[in-house]
C-alpha cells in the first residue's frame, strides 16, 4: 500500500508489456473497513506519443469533434468534473500529464471502472495535442443520439420554463458563455438552430465552464420552425434587438419564455422577428448594441429575478 498524498493506493499491479498500472484508490481519511466499498481504476502509464490507445487525442488544435463526429473532447479540471458529475455524456477514456493525476483524484474516483485513464509526461501531452495543455486534463466522451428542437420542446414538462434560443450564433465563445448565462439564471433548456456552431466544441464547452454538458440542449432546422415549435408548447419568445422593442425593465415575464438571440452584426432575421414579442434593453446614448451573450445575461437575469421576487406565482 502507498500513499499518494491524500489517496492511497493499494494492490498496484502492472501489466506485462503496456503499461497498464491496475489501481484500488481510495481517500487517506477513510477506514480500512470500507475499502471493500471502493472501486478499481485503470491507470496507464505512457511514456510515448506514438502509442495508438492516444490517437484520439491527436493534433486537437485542428479539430475540435473526432472524426466519427460521435465524440467529442474535453478540456480542463472543471469541465471533466462536470462531465463525470452531471452530464448525460458517457466518458470514453481520459488523458492526464503526470502532475494532474493527483489533483484529479476525486474525479477519478467518480469514474466507471472500465473508463482507461492515460497519464504521460507533458512534454508527451503536448507533441500529441500539437499545442501546451496548461491544464494537463483532456478526455473523450460519446455524445450519443442527437435531440431535435422540436423534440425536446415537446417534452418540456407544464408550467414555469425559461428557454434560451440561438439563431445564427456561430461564434464558439458565444455559444459557450450563452450557456453558462443560461445554467446562471436558471434556463431549463437552450435551443439552437442548425446553422449554430456545435455546443460540444471544445472551445464552447470550455468557455461555458461545462455547463454544455449538464444544460438541456437541442440543435436542428432553422429559427422559423424554432418559433413554430415554442408557439405549440404556449412559449412566448422574445426576441431581443437593440432599438425598437419595449423596454426590458418594464415587462413582466410570462410563465413560459424563450429569450431568443440573433448573430452579432445581422442580429434576428426579420420575418422571424415578427413572430416574437420585440424586446429592448437600455444604453447610454452613442452605444449601438451589446456582445449577445451579455445581452442575453441581462434579460435571463431580468426573468430570473422577478421569479425569486414571486416565488408562489411561478412554482
Same mark, same amino acid.
Given at each position: ?95 492526464? +500529464?503526470? &502532475? ?83 445554467? +446562471? ?42 418559433? +413554430? ?54 444604453? &447610454? ?31
Amino acid at each position: 500500500m502507498r500513499s499518494r498524498g491524500r489517496w492511497i493506493a493499494c494492490e498496484a499491479r502492472e501489466t506485462e508489456g503496456d503499461g497498464a498500472v491496475w489501481l484500488h484508490l481510495f481517500p487517506v481519511r477513510l477506514a480500512p473497513a470500507s475499502l471493500a466499498r471502493h472501486k478499481r481504476w485503470v491507470i496507464i502509464s505512457l511514456s510515448s506519443g506514438d502509442d495508438l490507445r492516444l490517437a484520439p487525442y491527436r493534433g486537437v488544435r485542428e479539430r475540435d469533434l473526432l472524426r466519427d463526429g460521435q465524440r467529442f473532447i474535453v478540456e480542463g479540471k472543471v469541465t471533466l468534473a462536470r462531465l463525470v458529475e452531471a452530464s448525460r455524456f458517457p466518458v470514453e477514456s481520459v488523458f492526464l +500529464a503526470e &502532475s494532474r493525476v493527483e489533483p484529479m483524484g476525486d474525479v477519478i474516483a467518480k469514474l466507471q471502472p472500465d473508463v482507461p485513464v492515460y497519464v504521460a509526461p507533458q512534454a508527451v501531452m503536448d507533441g500529441i495535442t500539437g499545442f501546451h495543455i496548461h491544464r494537463g486534463v483532456l478526455a473523450i466522451a460519446r455524445r450519443g443520439a442527437e435531440t431535435g428542437v422540436d423534440d425536446l420542446v415537446s417534452r418540456l414538462p407544464a408550467g414555469p420554463l425559461t428557454l434560451l434560443a440561438l439563431i445564427e450564433l456561430s461564434n464558439h465563445d458565444n455559444v459557450g458563455a450563452c450557456f453558462r448565462n443560461g445554467a +446562471a439564471f436558471g434556463a431549463d433548456a437552450v435551443l439552437l438552430d442548425a446553422t449554430s456552431c456545435d455546443p460540444l466544441y471544445r472551445k464552447s464547452i470550455r468557455v461555458s465552464a461545462g455547463t454544455a454538458l449538464s444544460l438541456p440542449f437541442a440543435r436542428s432546422g432553422d429559427g422559423m420552425e424554432m418559433m +413554430a415549435a415554442l408557439e405549440r408548447a404556449g412559449i412566448e419568445p422574445w426576441a431581443l434587438s437593440p432599438t425598437g422593442g419595449e423596454p426590458l425593465n418594464t415587462i413582466a415575464p410570462p410563465e413560459r419564455v424563450a429569450i431568443v438571440l440573433g448573430a452579432e452584426g445581422p442580429g434576428l432575421p426579420p420575418a422571424l422577428m415578427t413572430r416574437c414579442r420585440r424586446v429592448s434593453i437600455a444604453m &447610454s446614448p452613442g452605444i449601438d448594441s451589446l456582445n449577445v451573450a451579455t445581452a442575453g445575461a441581462i434579460a435571463l437575469s431580468h426573468v430570473f429575478a422577478r421569479r425569486m421576487e414571486r416565488p408562489d406565482k411561478f412554482r
